[in-house]
């Protein structure tokens, strides 16, 4: 049994609290970072005991550890796809969560392809897992990781991997992401004694109106957004012109569409996430949330590194 169900009571009180909740660790779409600016896309969700990473983006272990996670209790990881952006700093993570003391298995879901870049992974850092097992008495790191495949559909059922409590569900809905085939958007649900509690990770995508019947009732949706305008200016600073406009338009989401997929989902509340542009000066909260006003009635916040959003209890 894995050891890291979250305690009923925290540690350290000031720091973490037991109470499910979101929090946004990484809040720009695409792998640049600049001075001061925000992270690529990582989240954490703490839902039915359990510790959620989705997505990997640089900068994922420094904001878990700011978020009051213990890095040995890192627990389940979901890779949505394999765009650098959301998944660079896995093998990082899981080392350093190694190094602190992790001794019981990760399970990591994520495309096929995740098995390969596991394997390289370890395969460049076999000097540093070998010494650390021979100098320090460490357990092998390459038997405490368990790299799972996606399929669209269900990927957790209650009590399959003798996940401690059994009440967190997890399903998979393949999104529209070209050129990306493997890329999947999630659905977490736990029904317990303060009722259902829902949160849908929509991934990366194209406007998708099969991720709003996904998303039915959720109680959160995350979805990237985009700001047409921001576009426009991003393409005028890079000089990659009509070529990244093109590969923006098509497999990314424009806010108001965004908020199209929430009205058609009745979410309760939309949490834009994966920002393009994300840190660019003149782009202000103010946009992001006038861009969805006339689709979405219903809450919406911006996404920020940092962001928490605790469960509301019934
Ligand atoms: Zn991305
Ligand atoms: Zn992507």
């Known amino acids: 049994m894995k050891s890291s169900k979250r305690e009923k009571t925290p540690k350290n009180p000031t720091e973490k609290t037991n109470e499910d909740r979101l929090v946004i660790l990484g809040s720009k779409g695409g792998p640049a970072i600049r001075p001061g600016g925000p992270s690529p896309t990582s989240c954490l969700l703490e839902i039915a005991g359990r510790t959620c990473v989705i997505d990997c983006g640089l900068g994922v272990t420094r904001g878990l550890v700011e978020a009051g996670v213990t890095l040995k209790d890192l627990d389940l990881i979901f890779i949505t796809h394999m765009h650098s952006d959301h998944m660079l700093e896995l093998g990082p993570l899981l080392h350093t969560a190694w190094t602190t003391g992790f001794q019981t298995k990760v399970t990591v879901f994520g495309p096929e392809d995740l098995k390969d870049y596991w394997?390289?992974?370890?395969?460049?850092?076999?000097?540093?897992?070998?010494?650390?097992?021979?100098?320090?008495?460490?357990?092998?790191?390459?038997?405490?990781?368990?790299?799972?495949?996606?399929?669209?559909?269900?990927?957790?059922?209650?009590?399959?991997?003798?996940?401690?409590g059994g009440d967190l569900r997890v399903s998979a809905l393949r999104v529209d992401h070209p050129p990306v085939v493997d890329c999947f958007a999630l659905r977490f649900e736990v029904e317990d004694e303060n009722g259902n509690w829902s949160v849908v990770f929509g991934a990366d995508t194209a406007f998708f109106p099969p991720l709003a019947e996904f998303s039915s009732g959720a109680d959160i949706l995350v979805h990237e957004?985009?700001?047409?305008?921001?576009?426009?200016?991003?393409?005028?600073?890079?000089?990659?012109?009509?070529?990244?406009?093109?590969?923006?338009?098509?497999?990314?989401?424009?806010?108001?569409?965004?908020?199209?997929?929430?009205?058609?989902?009745?979410?309760?509340?939309?949490?834009?996430?994966?920002?393009?542009?994300?840190?660019?000066?003149?782009?202000?909260?103010?946009?992001?949330?006038?861009?969805?006003?006339?689709?979405?009635?219903?809450?919406?916040?911006?996404?920020?590194?940092?962001?928490?959003?605790?469960?509301?209890?019934?």
């Open 119 to 164: 394997d390289g992974f370890l395969a460049s850092m076999r000097y540093d897992i070998d010494l650390r097992i021979e100098d320090e008495g460490r357990l092998d790191l390459r038997d405490l990781v368990d790299i799972r495949v996606i399929e669209a559909g269900r990927v957790i059922e209650d009590g399959a991997l003798d996940l401690t």
């Open 225 to 314: 957004a985009m700001l047409e305008h921001g576009v426009d200016r991003i393409v005028e600073i890079t000089g990659y012109g009509e070529r990244l406009r093109q590969h923006l338009m098509a497999s990314h989401t424009l806010a108001p569409k965004a908020a199209e997929i929430a009205a058609l989902a009745k979410t309760q509340h939309l949490v834009l996430n994966h920002l393009i542009p994300a840190d660019l000066p003149g782009f202000e909260e103010q946009d992001w949330l006038d861009a969805c006003a006339p689709q979405f009635k219903g809450k919406t916040t911006v996404g920020f590194d940092g962001l928490t959003i605790s469960r509301e209890r019934s």
